[in-house]
């Protein structure tokens, strides 16, 4: 009945305003009135600096059962813009019954907001040095009113810690480390914002850890080191191949002695048939040194010893005449 519209209904408890990087979100608790067909419902308002109370207009937030508002989503993306002082009240609704409104403080997101680290952070090692990469925790907007700078914190292990920033660009350079020492870092970003001038430090990243690589010089002293390294194998081997060779002489002669073959006086003879090969044999005195272990009796058929008409005889006949006139 129409009475029944002047019965109170309790309103939200603990109203709370969530600012997180770029979330907006305002959420209380439930005032239990109501029944299972017909639940209570929740309507907010908002209120800029010099206007008035109005329902909010990019989100459905004026009939709903949820006991939260979520101002930044797909339709309303931005949320509230963030250089905007924002009021917002709450109150429970029940047919023509309403509660009492439930406010939060006044709010911009800039001055109350909670930043988080900075995200995708990539830690690189260089020589003596770690470069860090990191991107915004939120997109400030294209207005250079607000802004993010950065700031990394690192130690060595057992050393002492050392701060470096602001650096307004993505990335951070620590340079002047040792080389092949892993050290620890956190990056966190602040906000700098100009209307009003306030300075907003975030929250620090997990910390990561990262070994150095080699510097420069200690770059040059691994190369002198290697060359020297190599220059004293180098040294090593061909000493050790000297003594042994000093050491096995016999054994390495006997290794490489020629292999029996045909041997050149009668090659000579196979070319010229007609020449007695004893005497041959005897023109030529044979290699006394060598001492060969078989001789290989080679026979030649005199059909194809005739046959075999050398192509380059006119080569071979200086030593030829030699040897004939040495017959005479
Ligand atoms: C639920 O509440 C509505 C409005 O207050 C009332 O008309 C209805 O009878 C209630 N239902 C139950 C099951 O209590
Ligand atoms: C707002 O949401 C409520 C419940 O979620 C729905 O009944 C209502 O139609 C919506 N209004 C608009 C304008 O979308
Ligand atoms: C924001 O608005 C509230 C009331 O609407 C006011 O009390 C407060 O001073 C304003 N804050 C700033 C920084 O203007
Ligand atoms: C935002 O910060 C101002 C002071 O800087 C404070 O008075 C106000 O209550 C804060 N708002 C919220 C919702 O915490």
Redesign the pocket.
């Known amino acids: 009945g129409i009475g029944d519209c002047f019965s109170q209904l309790a309103a939200p408890r603990n109203p709370k305003i969530h600012l997180y990087n770029a979330e907006q979100v305002l959420s209380w608790e439930s005032s239990s009135a109501g029944n299972d067909t017909e639940p209570v419902r929740y309507r907010v308002q908002n209120k800029f600096t010099s206007n008035n109370w109005d329902d909010v207009s990019l989100v459905?937030c004026?009939?709903?059962t949820a006991t939260e508002c979520r101002f930044t989503t797909a339709n309303f993306s931005g949320g509230f813009q963030k250089d905007f002082n924002v009021s917002l009240r709450v109150r429970a609704e029940l047919g023509c019954r309403v509660s009492a409104w439930a406010t939060v403080p006044w709010f911009q997101h800039f001055r109350n907001v909670t930043i988080g680290p900075p995200e995708n952070i990539v830690v690189t090692p260089g020589g003596g040095s770690l470069i860090v990469t990191f991107s915004a925790p939120f997109d400030t907007g294209s207005s250079a009113e607000a802004s993010f700078s950065y700031y990394a914190r690192y130690w060595g292990k057992g050393g002492t810690q050392q701060v470096k920033g602001p650096e307004t660009s993505n990335s951070i350079l620590l340079n002047n480390l040792k080389p092949f020492r892993v050290y620890c870092l956190q990056v966190q970003a602040q906000l700098f914002w100009t209307t009003p001038k306030i300075v907003k430090p975030g929250n620090f990243s997990n910390t990561f850890c990262q070994e150095t690589a080699a510097d420069a010089s200690t770059r040059l002293q691994q190369i002198i080191l290697i060359s020297v390294g190599i220059f004293a194998l180098l040294l090593a081997l061909t000493g050790g191949c000297f003594f042994l060779v000093l050491r096995y002489q016999e054994l390495i002669k006997y290794w490489f002695h020629t292999p029996p073959g045909i041997p050149s006086q009668i090659e000579e003879y196979l070319k010229d048939p007609t020449q007695p090969i004893l005497e041959v044999l005897d023109k030529d005195s044979w290699p006394k040194d060598d001492a060969w272990d078989s001789v290989s009796i080679i026979s030649s058929p005199e059909k194809e010893g005739e046959d075999f008409e050398p192509k380059h005889w006119s080569s071979q006949e200086t030593p030829q005449e030699d040897i004939e006139q040495g017959n005479r």
């Open positions: 459905n004026s009939q709903i």
